[in-house]
Structures are given as structure tokens and as C-alpha cells.
């Protein structure tokens, strides 16, 4: 009977013993399934960056599978793994631009020091989102979009919400100086699309200089519709501290 104790007993600790080292190897088998997402977001990121590079280097075209792959440094099967056709590829290339571009909106207006002129502050923001790399690949996307309506469908939403963000960010930069101005939104819109303009005229012409000057005179039009500036003020040269 003792005997059998001790058999019983043995078995409850074996039991124990295995469903000890259960709990061990399944925590186990979470931290392998958690490092293999890690490792599978950050392939995906490396994938997506190296087609955002290509855009910008190569255009719309010029970024096939065998492009990204190259940039990427993978082995297509990795590739192909993570996004079978060219299709996938850019559409997941659409919104991994589409964040980088959201945190660098958020990361600019995040910026902004408390003692900045609001006015200036919100006009040269928005010309900043409008130059740089992860605006020529949107830009490339712009293009492309006109004639592929399934780039369009994927590509146009991400844009509305960009623009919706920017639209209210520089709203508001506005509104901390002209509060109750009915006139803040029109003035926004009318800021967003010049800057897009002067941003598309650049990239053609390449004459920054021109850009600086249209972009003072921006501001001074803005003054001089919300009523703080004399129309006459319009066509003032810069100041020198613009001119750098």
C-alpha cells in the first residue's frame, strides 16, 4: 500500500513536473511568436522604405518588385512573401507613405516654439510638407493615381485624411492669433493650395529664390486680408532674415 502511495505520489509530481514545463514551453512559444511578429514588421518597414526610396528616385515606374527587392537587399522569395504582386507592393507602399507623412506633420506643428509669429509659422509649415521625399513619392502617386483607379481608390482616402490634418493644424496656428476671424478657414484653404502650387512650380523649375519671394508675398497677403496690413504692404521685399 506504502508502494502504491509512493506510485501515486509520483505520478501527481510527474503531472506536475509536465504541466510545469507545458506552462515554460508555451511561454516559450509566445516570446518565438512575438519575435517573429517583430521580425516580420520590421521586414515589412524595410520593404516599404525601400519602395518609398525607389519613388523618389526611380518614379512610379521606374519601382518594379525587382527595384524594391534590389534596394531592399532580400531575396525575392522574401519579397514575395510579404507582398506577392507589384499591386500589394504599392498599396502597402500608399500607406506606409501615408504615416511617415502623418508623424511628420505631427513632429512639425509639435515644434513650433511658444514665441514664434503664428502667421509665418503656419505658411512656412506648409510649405515644408510640401517639399522633401515623402512628398515627391506622394507626388509620383499624384500622377499615377490619374489613370490607375485602383491606385486612386487605396491612394485617395490617405490623402483626404492628410489633408484634413494639415487643414486643421494650420487652422488652428491661425486661430491662436485671429480667434473669431470668419475668414481663418478660406485663408487656410487658400494657404494649402498656394503652397501646393509654389511646391509643383519648384520642382519644374527649380528656381527657389522665386518660391521665397511668392511665399513672403503669401503672408503678406495674409495680413492684409485678416486687416492687419496695409494693402500697399504686399509687394515688400523680405526681410533679410527671410532671405537665407
Sequence with gaps: MRGGGRVTGGHSASRGDSTERGGRATGGLER?????A???????TRLLDAAVDSLVEVGYAGTTTLEVQKRAGVPRGTLQHHFPTRADLLAGAVEHLAERRFAQLTREFEAIPAEADRLETAVELTMRMFTGP???AALEMWVAARTDPELLAAFLPLEHRLFDLMHNSIRDIFRQEFPDDPR????????IEIMTGLALRVLLTGDLDRNRILQHRWRNAVRILLGTADPATLTEPRPVRDAD
Design 32 to 36: 518565438v511568436r512575438e519575435t517573429q
Design 38 to 44: 517583430q521580425r516580420r514588421s520590421r521586414m515589412r
Design 134 to 136: 515623402t512628398f515627391w
Design 184 to 191: 481663418v478657414p478660406t485663408i487656410t484653404e487658400f494657404t
